[in-house]
Every structure is written in structure tokens, then in C-alpha cells.
């Protein structure tokens, strides 16, 4: 994770050993993406779900900031999409037993659908709605990949909050308190705290979504944590 106040890279030291040099440079080209192009995301967002739209916005500067630093570094782009593509694949295999609420789960797998991963043909609620999402994704792709600024991205981001909420109703007060918890860490990565080993013990509720995809990817054919 970047701190891009300090431009830092944070790393879990334990999923960095177990992953493939190819998938640890893809990450390493993401963060150093987001601490060249990304602004804070604002912390007092307006709306009726502001934990939702940060994991919008979240969602939509990944797309911002990748395709930025591919423009800026054509040799980037074919890294990013391998490594996108294999953390995709691992992210639709997780997602139906995965704990989140469903306008997560929706919202993961829009962005999935929308690097043309997933299913051709959604049955289940969140892949339905994730369709829909990928689908204002497409039809403002042009300004979700020229936006100048983290911020120029809160219109796209308050549709697809419309769209969840319209689709997915209300999110639980339990998932509204779990992302609170979540962003509190991923907006203050020095409070992350790690033991000896290089394994998360404080901040552990920050990114379990990307953690889970590490950790598969790791089982897959990752690099030996022993070696």
C-alpha cells in the first residue's frame, strides 16, 4: 500500500516473499502509479453511504492511475494487465464465498467485467449488478481515463453509489462500521502494525480483499516463502 502523503510503498513482507517476481513488480508499478498521480481521496465525502463512495473512488482511481503511468511508460501496460489479469481471475473464484457486503462484491466485480474478466452471462445478485456497473464504466470510460484529478472522479463515483444502493438497497450498519474500520488504516498506514515475522497484527481489517487474492496467488504458484 502507498502513503502518498510520505511517498511511501508499505509491503506485507510475508505475501511479497510467496509471490512471483513478475506479479511483486505489477503491484510495485501500481503503488508507485498511485503515489505519482493520486490525491487523497477527501475524507469528508457527501452522499447517503460515504464509506461506499470512498470504495468507489478507490475502485476508480486504480483504473485512473494505471492507465496514466501505461500512457507515460508504454512498458508498464503489459506488466499491469498480467498481473491484473491473474489478481481478476483469483478475485471472481473468491468473491461468492467472499464476507463482504454485496455492493462491494457488485462493485469488485464490475471492475473486473470491465477488464473483460468474469462471466459473459451474470447469474448470481452481485454479477447482475456488476454488470450494470461495468456498464457506466464503459459509457464514461473516456473521462474516467483523462480525469486530471483523484476528485474529478466523484461524479462517476455518485452514479455507481445511485446504481448500488437503487439495486443493492441499503448497507448494514455491520458493513458500514467494517469499512470505516477499513479506511481508517488504509488512510493511515503507519498505524499498521507488524510482528517479527512480517505478519499484519494491527490494521489486520485493512484490504482483506487483496489479501485474500494475494494469498491465493501465493498457493498458486507463488515463490517459496522458505526460499
Known amino acids: 500500500r502507498s502513503d502518498i502523503d510520505n511517498r ?11 509471490l512471483s517476481d513478475d506479479h511483486v513488480l ?12 493520486t490525491e487523497k481521496i477527501p475524507d469528508n465525502l457527501k452522499g447517503p453511504t460515504p464509506e461506499l463512495r470512498h470504495e468507489i473512488m478507490k475502485m ?31 478475485l ?19 471492475s473486473a467485467r470491465f477488464y473483460e474478466r468474469g462471466y459473459a452471462q451474470p447469474t448470481l445478485d452481485y454479477e447482475i449488478i456488476g454488470e450494470k ?20 472522479l466523484i461524479p462517476i463515483a455518485e452514479e455507481i453509489e445511485k446504481l448500488l444502493l437503487n439495486d443493492a438497497g441499503k448497507m448494514s450498519q455491520k458493513d458500514t462500521n467494517r469499512l470505516q474500520t477499513q479506511q481508517y488504516y488504509e ?21 482483506p480483499t487483496k489479501t485474500k487474492i494475494m494469498e ?12
Do not use: F, W
Open 26 to 37: 505489477g503491484v510495485l508499478l501500481h503503488e508507485i502509479a498511485h503515489i505519482r498521480y
Open 133 to 152: 456497473v461495468k456498464e457506466v464504466m464503459i459509457r464514461r470510460k473516456k473521462e474516467l481515463h483523462n480525469a486530471p484529478r483523484t476528485q474529478d
Open 60 to 90: 476508480l482511481e486504480d483504473a485512473r492511475i494505471e492507465e496514466r503511468i501505461s500512457r507515460a511508460y508504454p512498458n508498464a501496460r503489459e506488466i499491469m494487465e498480467i498481473t491484473r489479469a491473474e489478481s481478476l481471475d483469483v
Open 216 to 227: 491465493e496467488l501465493a498457493k498458486e504458484g507463488g515463490k517459496d516463502a522458505s526460499k
Open 8 to 18: 511511501i510503498i508499505y509491503y506485507d513482507r510475508v505475501a511479497v516473499y510467496q
Open 187 to 207: 488512510n493511515n498506514p503507519s498505524q499498521v502494525r507488524y510482528n517479527q515475522n512480517g505478519k499484519r497484527v494491527q490494521g489486520t481489517e485493512m484490504d
Open 92 to 110: 471472481i473464484r473468491i468473491l461468492p464465498k467472499h464476507t463482504i457486503s454485496i455492493h462491494e462484491k457488485a462493485l469488485l466485480y464490475g
